[in-house]
């Protein structure tokens, strides 16, 4: 029988940080002594507080289906949370609770796109922003950036990218996979342009919220002109070490939260109902509960901010938030190294998987060419040893 897949699955790209990880995991198997610097999953165990959590609410009997939209009291923490961390006002009904971060994305995309509207995409961004987009039949308009302005856009850019099909603008702050963080500031002069299109939704992304090694993260809906028009997205992944759990959630306009609920009533409907649970702890813990990992994180970028910069060809910013370093290493492209000939930044990370037994992900997942992403959600050991691994390759 020929393949009959639907042209939807065909089109839709394989995720390169997954493809990798899974590269780095068969190489693992074969026996090879692989560092992966892949993917973006805190190595922190989930807090004893919050396992606990779980552990009471199997014994209190929650197993049966939950809402669609999620525990009522977990969405009221989800507000609380929202109160105490972003100064914005939801109530449980702007809520939808989802299996992570990442359906909470493609629940907006869905609802709010049709063939052919344009979503702007800040370059680089999350790889699965393209492929949600791509599901929806949407066109992508990215607008680019570089290490220089520190992966930030300008208002002048986010103009000129404008066309009357902008249906959405994705803002990613502190984002994957460059770590940049955009200031309050920052936020309010992109808002400024988008005053002028009241058509265009923002759909603002803050999974990193919490680790931040600067000023706090700011909410885009935090701008009063924006707040109806912006849906926010968080979850626990991150900032718990709680990426198996699977829990994300959105805050949004009544009307998007009842589309969303109801398009994930036809998917997955509710969300496991112990790690709901727990979420609910998750939220209510003050920030301090979580802040030997960030302050961790910080020693680890500071870590490979000086050991990278130190390698020809690395061109590095220092990022102000997330696990990820996205140097420029088109240095490289056009040289032969080992006998192998650098042509882009795929052929970079696969040149260090082989001859470095060190995975990191391309930056042209990401939209941006000319880097490389590299995750130090790794122990202080491993870190040292992936870039002394780096180094020895390259020379």
């Not at 935090?222 to 968080?234: L, P």
């Not at 390698?311 to 990820?324: L, Q, S, V």
């Amino acid at each position: 029988m020929s393949n009959q897949l639907s042209d939807r699955i065909n089109n839709l790209p394989n995720s390169q940080t997954l493809e990798m990880a899974a590269k780095a995991r068969e190489l693992k198997a074969q026996g090879r002594d692989i560092i992966s610097l892949s993917l973006g999953e805190p190595d922190f165990n989930t807090p004893d507080f919050i396992k606990l959590a779980a552990i009471n609410a199997i014994n209190e009997n929650y197993n049966s289906y939950t809402a669609v939209n999620g525990y009522v009291e977990l969405r009221e923490a989800i507000c609380r949370k929202f109160k105490r961390d972003n100064n914005l006002d939801y109530n449980p009904n702007q809520i939808v609770v989802s299996t992570g971060a990442k359906q909470s994305i493609a629940n907006t995309i869905l609802v709010l796109i049709n063939p052919e509207d344009e979503i702007i995409f800040p370059a680089p961004y999350w790889v699965s922003y393209a492929a949600v987009a791509t599901l929806a039949r949407a066109k992508i308009v990215e607008i680019p950036s570089t290490i220089d302005t520190d992966f930030k856009i300008t208002p002048k850019q986010l103009e000129a990218a404008i066309t009357p099909k902008t249906k959405m603008v994705i803002f990613n702050s502190p984002n994957n996979p460059s770590g940049s963080v955009y200031s309050e500031k920052e936020f309010r002069a992109l808002a400024k342009v988008l005053e002028k299109y009241p058509n265009i939704y923002i759909l603002s992304d803050e999974i990193y919220e919490h680790i931040n090694y600067g000023s706090p993260s700011f909410s885009f809906a935090a701008i009063d002109k924006m707040k109806n028009r912006t849906i926010t997205v968080n979850g626990v992944a991150k900032a718990f070490a709680m990426t198996g759990w699977r829990v994300g959630y959105l805050g949004a306009p009544e009307w998007i939260a009842k589309a969303c609920t109801k398009m994930q009533g036809q998917i997955t409907s509710g969300t496991n109902c112990i790690a709901q649970r727990a979420t609910i702890t998750a939220l209510d813990s003050p920030s301090s509960s979580i802040k030997y990992m960030v302050d961790e994180f910080k020693i680890r970028r500071d870590l490979m901010v000086d050991l990278l910069s130190k390698i020809d060809g690395f061109k590095i910013n220092i990022p102000e938030g997330a696990f990820y370093i996205f140097p420029d290493i088109s240095y490289y492209f056009g040289k032969t190294i080992k006998g192998k000939i650098i042509k882009n930044a795929s052929d970079f990370t696969l040149f260090l998987l082989e001859k470095a037994n060190v995975a990191t992900v391309t930056g042209e997942a990401f939209g941006d060419p000319n880097c490389i992403r590299i995750s130090y959600a790794a122990s202080q050991d491993n870190l040292k040893e992936a870039v002394k691994r780096i180094s020895k390759a390259l020379t």
